[in-house]
């Protein structure tokens, strides 16, 4: 039927008067190249009782003038350039705390329900390196997050020109790129070491947790896993901390009580969500070291892991307006 209806379309324009416009050549030839030249349809191939697969169709877009197509496309890329970073942000964030709480939950899910404790070893390692990767992300997108939270409130008249989408995505490459060379060198530093243990006194594969049962020389691990914590953690509460000082400055020099009150709203969603998560990061290794229960420590775990990440939609919801 469509191939009918393409026939008789084709027909018409060639049967009806063309009037001569714009050197000689009407919309409807233009039309008609174009279908031929993208489909490969021709008259002589579309012969009554022939059928022709369609393969391609013509969006004709909104205007078949020549000249308004620069506008056209100038406009809607304006409109495609002026979303805010945030939400560019916020959907890294968003897909990070999925793939995070996705790593470990299902597998906890499914070992409840059949009553079975068994993990592979390599489905414990890659449980592993992907734990890592996620977890890191979380803390450098949320690091990203407060820069652009700092240029929107100290430097509002340059913030579409400091975060362009071009930063946005090298920010957001970057920090990619960076996670899993991290989380490589630790699963690879873990396939070194020999065990004879079994039994993990967690719900996942947790980096130390895994470190801890081998029975060979650990001095490597430890070290990486204390230096790298040092570097990537430190440098990205620091930078955190930086911002937030640089945010509270201008916010107390402005005069306004309303302005004030405004330029805090639209940064006190990430502050509420940064918080949660260093506080309970922090308060896992501080409990870990100071108990020696496993129980505990596996308990405190998911407070980081799983309910914080289960509060970031429900803290950003409440003042989603006052994002952009």
């Known amino acids: 039927m469509l191939n009918s209806f393409i026939v ?15 050197g000689g050549i009407h919309p409807s030839t233009r039309r008609l190249s174009s279908l031929r030249a993208h489909t490969g349809i021709h008259l002589r191939h579309m012969e009554p009782g022939i059928k ?16 308004l197509q620069p506008v056209i496309f ?3 890329f304006s409109m495609y350039l002026i979303t ?18 996705s790593t470990t939950v299902p597998k906890m899910l499914v070992n409840i329900q059949t009553q079975s404790e068994v993990i592979t070893y390599a489905g414990c390692i890659t449980q592993m390196f992907f734990y890592i990767v996620f977890a890191v992300l979380d803390y450098f997108l949320l690091t990203v997050m407060a820069y652009d939270r700092y240029v929107a409130i100290c430097h509002p008249l340059h913030y579409t020109v400091i975060m362009t989408p071009w930063l946005c995505g090298k920010l957001v490459l970057v920090s990619w790129i ?14 070194r070491l020999s065990c004879t243990h079994v039994e993990i006194p967690h719900f996942f594969c947790e980096l130390n947790q895994v470190v801890h049962l081998a029975c060979s020389d650990t001095f490597l691990n430890d070290m990486v896993i204390y230096f790298a914590s040092v570097l990537l953690g430190g440098g990205s509460l620091t930078e955190t901390i930086y911002s937030y000082s640089k945010i509270v400055s201008s916010i107390h020099a402005i005069s306004s009580a309303q302005e004030k009150f405004k330029a ?3 940064c006190a969603s990430h502050l509420s969500v940064v918080s949660l998560f260093y506080c309970t ?5 501080l409990s870990a070291s ?9 308990a405190a775990s998911v407070m980081y892991s799983v309910v914080t990440l289960m509060l970031n939609p429900f803290i950003y919801s409440l003042r989603n307006k006052d994002i952009t």
Do not use: K, W
């Not at 942000?89 to 793939?99: Q, V």
């Not at 990061?281 to 290794?285: H, P, Q, T």
């Open 281 to 285: 990061s922090i308060g896992v290794y």
């Open 52 to 67: 022709t697969q369609i393969s391609e169709f013509l969006l004709l877009g909104l205007s078949e003038e020549p000249e």
């Open 74 to 76: 100038g406009i809607f």
């Open 84 to 101: 805010t970073p945030m939400y560019f942000f916020l959907s890294n964030l968003s897909f990070s705390d999925i793939c995070f709480t």
């Open 264 to 266: 805090f709203s639209t």
């Open 290 to 298: 100071a108990t020696h229960s496993s129980h505990s420590s596996a």
């Open 8 to 22: 008789s379309c084709l027909r018409t324009e060639l049967q009806s008067p063309s009037p001569i416009i714009q």
């Open 178 to 191: 960076m996670r899993v060379l991290y989380s490589l060198l630790h699963t690879l530093l873990v396939l």
